[in-house]
């Protein structure tokens, strides 16, 4: 889909910030979101409210950012791994829409 062996010589650190997401998001399978063996998202999305809970944890995230906490970094971190749950949800549907 996207090219895997051109080096690119990124603007914006992107390439230390995908690893810290990465390391954000391993970090979460060890707390209390999974502390069973499946996680809370997992049945929310297969019962078909994962667009809602995925963009409403976004926007919470989002307007949060700069208020609770501060300037939380975490909260950032949280808009980006909501929003690869809903590029999830979104290539679940498409899958689901081609059959």
Do not use: P, W
């Amino acid at each position: 889909m996207f090219g895997k062996n051109k080096k690119i010589d990124y603007k914006y650190n992107e390439g230390e910030l995908i690893k810290e997401f990465s390391s954000y998001i391993d970090s979460t399978y060890d707390k209390h979101y999974s502390l069973n063996k499946y996680q809370s998202t997992e049945f929310i999305i297969d019962s078909g409210h994962g667009e809602g809970f995925c963009i409403g944890n976004i926007m919470k995230y989002a307007q949060r950012y700069g208020k609770k906490d501060g300037r939380n970094r975490a909260d950032l971190l949280k808009v980006l791994h909501y929003g690869l749950f809903m590029l999830h949800v979104h290539d679940k549907a498409e899958k689901e829409a081609k059959k």
